[in-house]
T-cell receptor
Framework: KAGVTQTPRYLIKTRGQQVTLSCSPI?????VSWYQQTPGQGLQFLFEYFSETQRNKGNFPGRFSGRQFSNSRSEMNVSTLELGDSALYLCASSLTGQGNVYEQYFGPGTRLTVT | GNSVTQMEGPVTLSEEAFLTINCTYTATGYPSLFWYVQYPGEGLQLLLKATKADDKGSNKGFEATYRKETTSFHLEKGSVQVSDSAVYFC?????????WGAGTKLIIKP
């Protein structure tokens, strides 16, 4: 079974621009989550989607948004990029996200650099 | 609120040494607990998990036991290898998200 795929793997953008990152979950997985990883803040939760519905959102400004499509693929968008948005963005998928098990499988990440 | 605290790194050991990486948590309810590993330049890989008190998760020689009385989930391995060098993250799940420790960098010297 193919793992979680993320595109692009690397991205360089300029302050003020916007960016869209894509994630394809493991086949059959309906829950997709996004995390931001930086050396200073570590791993921080952005949002989680299940069957096209956002079930939880982390403490990020409204410039960060996401969505999930009917085939479970997900995108996240960051508008008006700031230097501090430079990070590794990780996508994770889970079978259902139900109950307390919630085992997540991660993609390789998209490395975003804002200049 | 819910939180995870890990021992600070880096942890440097010689090959074949015994490894312990401490992880304690604060949580309401009964979350599942996880250890993930991140090799340089890669995403996170699930190493092991435990879903209830006294459960022991194990994988690739690593073990961790869910201790409710001490709110701990320490990672152990009896004999580490150079290939185990990576960053290890302890996490718990809450409300459809994983809450992470800061990560512990492990360096194994031949």
């Amino acid at each position: 079974k193919a793992g979680v795929t993320q595109t692009p793997r690397y991205l360089i953008k300029t302050r003020g621009q916007q960016v869209t990152l894509s994630c394809s979950p493991i086949s059959g997985h309906r829950s997709v989550s996004w995390y931001q990883q930086t050396p200073g803040q570590g791993l921080q939760f952005l949002f989680e989607y299940f069957s096209e519905t956002q079930r939880n959102k982390g403490n990020f400004p409204g410039r960060f948004s996401g969505r999930q499509f009917s085939n479970s693929r997900s995108e996240m968008n960051v508008s008006t990029l700031e230097l501090g948005d430079s990070a590794l963005y990780l996508c994770a998928s889970s079978l259902t996200g139900q109950g307390n098990v919630y085992e997540q499988y991660f993609g390789p990440g998209t490395r975003l650099t804002v200049t | 609120g819910n939180s995870v605290t890990q021992m600070e790194g880096p942890v440097t050991l010689s090959e074949e040494a015994f490894l312990t990486i401490n992880c304690t948590y604060t949580a309401t309810g009964y979350p599942s607990l996880f250890w993930y590993v991140q090799y340089p330049g890669e995403g996170l890989q699930l190493l092991l998990k435990a879903t209830k008190a006294d459960d022991k998760g194990s994988n690739k020689g690593f073990e961790a036991t869910y201790r409710k009385e001490t709110t701990s989930f320490h990672l152990e391995k009896g004999s580490v290898q150079v290939s185990d060098s990576a960053v290890y993250f302890c996490a718990l799940n809450n409300n459809y998200q994983l809450i992470w420790g800061a990560g512990t960098k492990l360096i194994i010297k031949p």
